[in-house]
């Protein structure tokens, strides 16, 4: 059972993501400025989802980019939260049982979410054999964690892409 501290906290995160998002959909309502909506709900899930990924006791070379919509900052409503969690490498039990924590808590937080776990290599790999990886790659962005290994990523996204011949 986590520290009652910690419980408050995300309790308090959890609360504060729910009026920052309902404020959002009620300003559109009248404003009719999705631009607006779509950042504000981004802004929102940005919060929400950094303050559980600091509450997770996750590594700290391992980092959190957000991808797909939710990487463009374009969030919608009804939209789903895709995360790429970034690693080093392969997970030990203790770095698997904080994951599970991370995962847990953003769908204890009612987030659906769609995520994936990636060490650099396997983004390398993925990059080069599947488009839509290549896609939500190009739409990254970091959120929480190690500001290191997404530099890293960037490069090799980079790399990846320039060795395509496209005409």
């Known amino acids: 059972m986590p520290p009652v501290a910690q419980t408050c906290s995300l309790d308090a995160l959890r609360a504060q993501y729910k009026e920052l998002r309902e404020q959002a959909i009620d300003r559109f309502s009248t404003e009719r400025k999705p631009v607006r909506l779509t950042t504000s709900l981004c ?12 509450s997770a006791d996750l590594p700290e070379s391992w980092a959190l980019m957000a991808v797909g919509g939710y990487g463009r900052g374009e969030l919608f409503p009804h939209s789903d939260i895709d995360l790429l969690i970034l690693i080093d490498s392969a997970p030990d039990n203790t770095e698997t049982t904080a994951l599970e924590k991370f995962v847990s808590l953003l769908w204890d937080s009612a987030l659906a979410i769609g995520h994936s776990v990636r060490t650099l290599e396997e983004c390398r790999r993925e990059l080069v054999a599947d488009v839509t990886v290549q896609t939500a790659l190009m739409e990254r962005r ?26």
């Open 43 to 54: 802004s929102a899930t940005d919060q929400l989802v950094q303050g559980i990924w600091q």
């Open 142 to 167: 970091w959120v929480a964690g190690n500001q290191a290994i997404h530099l890293h990523l960037e490069s090799i996204v980079a790399e990846g892409l320039s060795s395509y011949d496209y005409f």
